[in-house]
């Protein structure tokens, strides 16, 4: 089993700044993929950021140029820099990943318990 639990969520107010962490442990062979999603009540879960085992990178353009995703592959651990917050950016943030449990097993996908950002004055 995969657990992937997330931290730095929090209130600040519009123009400030957050870092979410996201690190998975477990039976681990690889990890694919890992991103950053967020969901509102009423809406679907959207992608934020996604860092991929290769090293590319792709974001919402609704984020593009505030927020910064990186990943610690020794630490098996994904890092969300979120700067110049807006008001629009308040969600629940989770983390996703797709980890190789087995060298020659299938991919599968995992989710945190998601962490709350708000962004007000």
């Known amino acids: 089993q995969v657990q992937l639990v997330e931290s730095g969520g929090g209130l600040v107010q519009p123009g400030g700044s957050l870092r979410l962490s996201c690190a998975a442990s477990g039976r681990i062979f690889s990890i694919n993929y890992m991103g950053w999603y967020r969901q509102v009540p009423g809406k679907e879960r959207e992608l934020v950021a996604g860092f991929t085992s290769v090293g590319s990178t792709n974001y919402a353009d609704s984020v593009k140029g505030r927020f910064t995703i990186s990943r610690d592959n020794a630490k098996n651990t994904v890092y969300l820099q979120m700067n110049s917050l807006k008001p629009e950016d308040t969600a629940v943030y989770y983390c996703?990943?797709?980890?190789?449990?087995?060298?020659?097993?299938?991919?599968?996908?995992?989710w945190g318990q998601g962490t709350q950002v708000t962004v007000s004055s």
């Open positions: 996703n990943a797709v980890v190789r449990v087995l060298r020659f097993g299938d991919d599968h996908e995992y």
